[in-house]
Structure formats: C-alpha cells, structure tokens
T-cell receptor, first 114, second 115 residues
Framework: AQSVTQLGSHVSVSEGALVLLRCNYS??????LFWYVQYPNQGLQLLLK??????LVKGINGFEAEFKKSETSFHLTKPSAHMSDAAEYFC????????????FGRGTSLIVHP | GAGVSQSPRYKVAKRGQDVALRCDPI?????LFWYQQALGQGPEFLTY????????KSGLPSDRFFAERPEGSVSTLKIQRTQQEDSAVYLC?????????????FGSGTRLTVV
C-alpha cells in the first residue's frame, strides 16, 4: 500500500522568497516519487522525479526535491519564487516494483504575492 | 501526436444521460491511466491499461463506469446514467512503458458537469 500526505493545502510566499512544499509518503516497498504542477484548466505537468538514483533531484523551472528515506519525505523547494509559479502542486508515489499505478496527494496551492 | 489529447474538453450532461470521454495517448505509449479529479482535490485513480488489457479497474466507483482500449491506443471512458456526484475533471495519462521511469504525460482533461 502507498499513500502521500501534502502538508498545507495553501502556501503563500512573496515574490523572490523561498518556496517549500511538503510531501511525506508511505510505501511498503522502495518508492518512486514525483512532483507535478497544474495550472488552471490544464493537465498535470511533470516537474521532477526520483527513481532511486541521486537523492537530490533537479527539475524544470528551478525546482528541486530531496528524497529523505529516514524522514519518508520528498519536499519540493525553489530558492526564489516567481509570479508564474502560482499553481497547484501535486506529489505522487508509486512502488518501484509490482503495481505501477501512482497515487497522488491532495495538492498544495502555491500563492505568490508581488 | 505530441501529447495526450482528450475530448471533449467540456461536457455538460443531464442527470441520467450517458457520456463517453475519449483519450488519445502519445503514439506508442504502452500504459494508459484514467483519473478522476474533483474540485480542489488530487487525482483519484480509476483504471489502468497496458496495451489493450485492462489490468486494474479497482478505482471505478460503480458499475456505471466502464473503460475500454480495444486496439491498445485510443481509450474511452463511459459513464452510464450520470449522477451529480460524477461531476469532476477526468484526466487521462500515458507512459511509454509499464515501468514509467520517465513519468506520466497527462492530457488537459475533460470537465464533466452533471446538471
């Protein structure tokens, strides 16, 4: 069984400030982890993924995430927020073997203030 | 095609009406997933195909929901006798292989409103 918890349904930051979106996972086997971004009225776009290689993963648009097995976390960060980063962000987990079906979190809405 | 294409983009159905939602995955992608996304929620798994085989349909909420992918490419999600609780965005995703090490590519979704 696998699940994802995203802490905070809304995160508000000022333009230029650090972005931190939290994701904790539960998985009975080594996980693969993903972060997706969804802009209004659009589908989900892959930001980055962890598939058991380097624990610090760099993605598109300046985002990165670190896999911490001891904390069962995969938090998403960006050093400096842009207005264009305002969107909904989803963390997802799936097992590295067996079922290849990803399970998504409930999402975190990132609000960026000028 | 270059991406996953879903049609129609928007669908308004009267309660009790049957609807069919179409997904055109990226050409050659083996795996295809359907998700349901209620307003303000994350995507919830409905069903999964590998080629034409439906390997998992455990997420389909009732027997009113039916999905098929007869030739291993285009997929259709059918909802019979629609209810108001079926109102949601239906997302389709595909991946090149079953293991999906490169992630999943999503379509823009079909927003279904049942009135």
């Amino acid at each position: 069984a696998q699940s994802v918890t995203q802490l905070g349904s809304h995160v508000s930051v000022s333009e230029g400030a650090l972005v931190l979106l939290r994701c904790n996972y539960s998985s009975s086997v080594p996980p693969y982890l993903f972060w997706y971004v969804q802009y209004p009225n659009q589908g989900l776009q892959l930001l980055l993924k962890y598939t058991s290689a380097a624990t610090l993963v760099k993605g598109i648009n300046g985002f990165e995430a670190e896999f911490k097995k001891s904390e069962t976390s995969f938090h998403l960060t960006k050093p400096s927020a842009h207005m264009s980063d305002a969107a909904e962000y989803f963390c997802a987990v799936r097992a590295s073997g067996g079922s290849y079906i990803p399970t998504f979190g409930r999402g975190t809405s990132l609000i960026v203030h000028p | 095609g270059a991406g996953v294409s879903q049609s129609p983009r928007y669908k308004v159905a009267k309660r009790g009406q049957d609807v069919a939602l179409r997904c055109d995955p990226i050409s050659g992608h083996v795996s295809l997933f359907w998700y349901q996304q209620a307003l303000g929620q994350g995507p919830e798994f409905l069903t999964y195909f590998q080629n034409e085989a439906q390997l998992d349909k455990s997420g389909l909420p009732s027997d009113r929901f039916f999905a098929e992918r007869p030739e291993g490419s285009v997929s259709t999600l059918k909802i019979q006798r629609t209810q108001q609780e079926d109102s949601a965005v239906y997302l389709c995703a595909s991946s090149k292989t079953g293991r999906a090490l490169h992630g999943y590519t999503f379509g823009s979704g079909t927003r279904l409103t049942v009135v």
